[in-house]
């Protein structure tokens, strides 16, 4: 509280200071046309306000600025995630955009008095200078996108729609938030510098040059200020309507939600029997600059593993436990290595916590099943699973705010919900404290035994791979 008085008296302060120097300035140079006083400026202001036209050439003024702001922004957020999800797009994308950006703002106006009529042109133009504004923020933004969670995305065979919406908006909502506050603030300069070269009827620009030409500085001057006010309250009110107005929507959406009961149990049944997986003769290097210093990962290794196991992968940290798991994940490609890997759908819960902080705890649990279950499916089998791990009390928090062995317990609900017969674990409890561990790992095995799959869980610690396995592979 206190911080936020002396912020404001600092604020104050800072306005103060500049009106004592403009009324002394006004004062010194007892010069009407050049710098008129702010009271004369105010007086003038009121005088205006007073009159339609004002009011009028304000509207307008504020629906141009508006209308550019939304194009610019929906078109930015389009080119900005083509150009960060495809790269020749963005190559293609280089030349125009530049070009836009080194143009000078009146260069620019110049050129399209040629080609639109005054009313559209400051719209074009303010478009136009902050298009490349919005594009590169945005494509910078998803480029910069957590890899790991996209190879998540990858494992669960997450859709591309799920991906935009689930992982690259809630990633990239700051950068894209900072961008369409620089754009709106930059389309009023850019308006209003279009309105006073072109001369569109019913324009504050108009408005401005008018009165330049009649030598009249302090209607300049109070338009002027007035334009600069209007920039600055119409950013804080568009931008707090619309967080407003998301807020509405998303408590709306988990009201709808909350009334969907929690789905019957899903059973994935695993073949005893059968061996769901098989590695005969693999051999993989890393590839890397220097091809003569490149020592195997793998070389000949073959093994099996029966459904309906759970098996450690125990060894050494470097030996490749976690290369291993990619390859059967697939993350890495079977041209990438040589030998025969055979391996039933699996589901992956990952050393790091690959959770989207941003997205709340029963999201993050849903993102895999969109496409097998729908999304009334998916919602309801994710809260089957919270409610198995605890956690379906926390749904709606932010997936971020909870413990490290609270986020475990999360990855297992998702990788268990998901219909894969085979679960791999990589350190899955190396980030964990002794009872976190313990707590994990009866979550495991709860979930085990209520759908039986096989588990292969990589681990460096002895003690644990003997615990809670049925059989060790050690390499």
Request: charged content about 20%; overall charge positive.
């Amino acid at each position: 509280m206190k911080t936020s008085i002396r912020n404001k008296l600092i604020a104050l302060l800072s306005v103060i200071l500049f009106a004592a120097i403009w009324e002394i300035l006004a004062l010194f140079l007892d010069s009407p046309v050049v710098l008129p006083t702010i009271d004369a400026v105010v007086s003038r202001f009121f005088q205006l306000a007073a009159t339609k036209l004002f009011w009028k050439s304000l509207g307008f003024t504020f629906l141009r600025v508006i209308a550019a702001f939304f194009i610019t922004f929906i078109a930015g957020l389009f080119l900005g995630f083509l150009s960060g999800l495809f790269e020749n797009i963005r190559i293609f994308l280089v030349f125009p955009l530049s070009l836009i950006r080194g143009t000078p703002v009146v260069a620019l106006i110049m050129v399209m008095l040629f080609w639109f009529d005054s009313r559209s042109l400051p719209v074009i133009c303010a478009f136009l200078m902050n298009l490349p504004v919005m594009t590169d923020s945005v494509s910078k933004a998803v480029k910069n996108t957590d890899k790991n969670l996209l190879e998540m995305a990858d494992v669960f065979k997450v859709s591309f729609f799920r991906r935009i919406t689930h992982i690259y908006l809630p990633e990239t909502k700051p950068y894209i938030e900072g961008a369409a506050r620089t754009v709106f603030s930059q389309g009023w300069k850019v308006v209003a510098a279009g309105e006073i070269l072109a001369l569109p009827r019913n324009a504050l620009g108009t408005l401005i040059q008018d009165n330049r030409l009649l030598l009249e500085s302090s209607s300049v001057f109070a338009l002027t200020l007035c334009l600069c006010l209007l920039c600055i309250i119409s950013e804080k009110l568009l931008f707090k309507t619309i967080t407003a107005g998301l807020s509405v929507l998303k408590r709306l959406n988990k009201s709808k939600s909350a009334e969907s009961p929690i789905a019957p149990k899903t059973k994935y049944f695993c073949q005893e029997e059968q061996d769901c997986i098989t590695i005969e003769n693999l051999s993989f290097t890393y590839s890397g600059s220097n091809e003569n210093l490149e020592e195997p990962v793998f070389k000949n290794l073959s093994l099996s593993i029966k459904c309906g196991t759970t098996t450690a992968l125990f060894a050494p940290t470097g030996r490749g436990k976690t290369t291993l798991l990619k390859i059967l994940s697939g993350l890495i490609p079977p041209e990438s290595y040589e030998g025969t890997v055979k391996c039933l759908p699996v589901s992956f819960i990952f050393q790091d916590q690959r959770l989207v902080p941003n997205l709340s705890v029963l999201k993050n649990a849903a993102l895999p099943l969109y496409k097998a279950f729908g999304k009334k499916g998916a919602l309801k089998t994710a809260r089957n699973y919270l409610s198995m791990v605890g956690l379906l009390q926390k749904e709606k928090l932010p997936a971020g705010l909870l413990s490290g062995g609270e986020k475990q317990k999360l990855q297992a609900a998702r990788a268990f919900s998901y219909q894969a017969p085979v679960i791999l674990m990589d350190e899955g409890t190396s980030s964990l404290d002794e009872k976190s561990r313990s707590e994990l790992w009866k979550t495991i095995e709860n979930l085990l035994a209520e759908n039986k799959r096989t588990l292969l869980f990589v681990t460096h610690i002895k003690e644990e791979a003997l615990a809670h396995s049925s059989s060790i592979i050690e390499f």
